[in-house]
């Protein structure tokens, strides 16, 4: 795959650590040093091969937090909104790549007043899709950073919650008993920050961040915005946007040497809502995953006990 940002630079500092939507699951993956809690019963994921299972469905479930619930609710719209509207309806790209500016255009878009003032909840199911394995999932937000997601492959299921104030996970066997574990302090930030309830521009506007600049930048003959954030956590993320819809396009994370790009496609409106029910993630120009949309619901009225974790849990 072409490299999104043909004018940018892929120099320190922008070189940073996975941030935005990005989750660690931690079950000693690439993605984090956390390992995983040893209980009292002889523990699955012993053996190599359970290892490597586990790996693969930490790594896997990672995509869903990494972007499906932020795409579901930044593509809010207004509800009187019938048609795509043009480049012109939004000004020009110098107009454009001015932070006041093209906030009020984003918004005016993806979250207007009345959005904000309503949206408390968000539940979506799918698929995640990569050359190993196929899984089920299911993802459910509230506000203001309740989390919870379920995924499943065959009798295995993985669940892992945020509370606001920690951060826990289960893992479920056929015959065995669930093994829970909970994470507190510096274990549990990295899952409260993305469990935040708005994408990042948004949540950057409403006090989340900063922006850092904007720019244009070309990929495939066509001119997008480059936005460019810093989260509170002092991390960088940079954002495609689309200047003829003020969608955004693509999201670019960047650790070490690697480059992680989700792409955002196939468009539904779901309760008024443009969804991309599509979004295929790549590593170094390297198709490695799609995570793939087939239901999204708003305000289901889901309570804030459903994400606190079980009595019985170990701390991590």
């Known amino acids: 795959m072409p490299n999104l940002l043909k004018n940018d630079s892929c120099t320190p500092p922008y070189c940073v650590a996975v941030v935005s939507n990005r989750f660690y699951i931690s079950m000693g993956t ?62 020009t790209l110098e107009d454009l790549v001015k932070p006041e500016y093209f906030i009020e255009k984003y918004m005016q878009v993806n979250c ?28 459910t937000k509230r506000q203001p950073n309740f989390m919870r997601l379920q995924v499943t492959q065959g009798t295995v299921e993985f669940t892992v919650g945020a509370d606001g104030e920690n951060v826990w996970r289960r893992l479920r066997l056929a015959n065995q008993d669930d093994k829970v574990s909970v994470f507190t302090g510096e274990g549990a930030a990295p899952w409260l920050e993305k469990s935040r309830f708005y994408d990042r521009i948004i949540s950057t506007h409403l006090g989340g961040g900063l922006i850092k600049s904007i720019e244009t930048t070309d990929y495939e003959s066509k001119t997008y915005l480059k936005v ?15 200047p003829t819809t003020m969608y955004p396009f693509a999201e670019i994370n960047r650790k070490d040497d690697r480059v992680e790009t989700t792409i955002f496609t196939d468009f539904h409106t779901i309760d008024e809502m443009p ?3 599509h979004l295929e993630t790549f590593i170094d120009g390297v198709s490695e995953r799609v995570t793939i949309i087939n239901d999204a619901k708003i305000n289901i009225g889901v309570l804030s006990d459903y994400f606190i974790a079980p009595k019985e849990v170990s701390a991590d």
């Not at 469905?57 to 995509?63: E, S």
């Not at 972007?67 to 795509?84: G, H, L």
């Not at 954030?229 to 946007?241: G, R």
């Open 112 to 139: 207007n007043d009345t959005v904000l003032r309503t949206t408390q909840s968000i539940r979506i199911t799918g698929q995640i899709l990569s050359s190993a394995v196929t899984q089920e999932y299911r993802l």
């Open 275 to 277: 969804i991309p029910f």
């Open 30 to 91: 690439r993605y984090t040093k956390t390992k995983t809690k040893k209980f009292r019963t002889a523990p699955f994921g012993s053996t190599k091969g359970q290892k490597i299972f586990l790996c693969i469905l930490g790594i896997l479930a990672l995509v869903i937090i990494i972007f499906a619930t932020s795409a579901v609710v930044s593509f809010i719209r207004d509800s009187k909104a019938t048609e795509v509207t043009t480049a012109d309806d939004y000004g």
């Open 228 to 242: 460019t954030i810093l989260s509170p956590e002092k991390k960088l993320v940079e954002a495609l946007v689309d």
